[in-house]
Structure formats: structure tokens, C-alpha cells
Nanobody
Framework: VQLQASGGGLVQAGESLRLSCVAS????????MGWFRQAPGKEREFVAA????????YYADFVKGRFAISRDNAKNTVYLQMNSLKSEDTAVYYC????????????????????????WGLGTLVTVSS
């Protein structure tokens, strides 16, 4: 699976952006799509994930209520709507796809870790000025 992320840019605090991630190649209906981010000097961290088949979304605590992940099956695209952006949201945002795994493995919260995912996009830079 190949992933292409886009939609990053420079915005002011309080504004919004929508990131897109298009998946191509062999995809599975029960994949998990995730968004991670990496700020300068920091480790990559989980932002949000969505189970492709049912659309159930999962979020890091620091984005709950501000970010929303969604998918468009027909377009093989996952979105990350980011509202009320803060300067601390500045980072390179990556989308990733995790191939099907057992429900127990997923339900243990392993989707929050980069090692769960099998393919990654190149990332798109989001800069939020204060």
C-alpha cells in the first residue's frame, strides 16, 4: 500500500486545516489508518486512527474535541480535520496503514504505536504560528 499525504501549511493559532491521505495499491477493508506527528526534537506520536471497515475513530487525549478523523471509501482517502490549532500542533504529520490483525491485538490499544503500522506516507508539514 502506498500513501500520499497532503494538506499541510502555515496557519495562525485558532485556525483550521484538513489533511488528506490517499491510499493506493492493495488495500483491505479491515485496515486501520492512522495519523501520527513528529515535532522537531521529539518522538513521533499518535494522533488519531480509524478502522476502515466500520469508521470507528480513536484519538490521542490532546486532540479530543479539536481533531476529527474520517474516511471516504470510494476515494480510498482518510482525512484529519484539525480545528482550533495551537502552536504546539506544529509538526510533520504522517499517515500510516496497518494491515489486518486480530481484534484482541487492536483492542489492546496497539494502534497507538508506530510499530502497528506497515506502510507510511512521506508526511506533510503543519506550522501553526502564535
Amino acid at each position: 500500500v502506498q500513501l500520499q499525504a497532503s494538506g499541510g501549511g502555515l496557519v495562525q493559532a485558532g485556525e483550521s486545516l484538513r489533511l488528506s491521505c490517499v491510499a493506493s495499491g492493495r488495500t483491505f477493508n479491515n485496515n486501520v489508518m492512522g495519523w501520527f506527528r513528529q515535532a522537531p526534537g521529539k518522538e513521533r506520536e499518535f494522533v488519531a486512527a480509524i478502522r476502515w471497515s466500520v469508521g470507528t475513530a480513536y484519538y490521542a487525549d490532546f486532540v479530543k474535541g479539536r481533531f476529527a478523523i474520517s474516511r471516504d471509501n470510494a476515494k480510498n482517502t482518510v482525512y484529519l480535520q484539525m480545528n482550533s490549532l495551537k502552536s504546539e500542533d506544529t509538526a510533520v504529520y504522517y499517515c500510516a496503514v496497518g494491515l489486518p490483525r486480530s481484534s484482541s491485538y487492536f483492542n489492546a490499544g496497539n494502534y497507538r504505536y508506530a510499530g502497528y503500522y506497515d506502510s507510511w506516507g512521506l508526511g506533510t508539514l503543519v506550522t501553526v504560528s502564535s
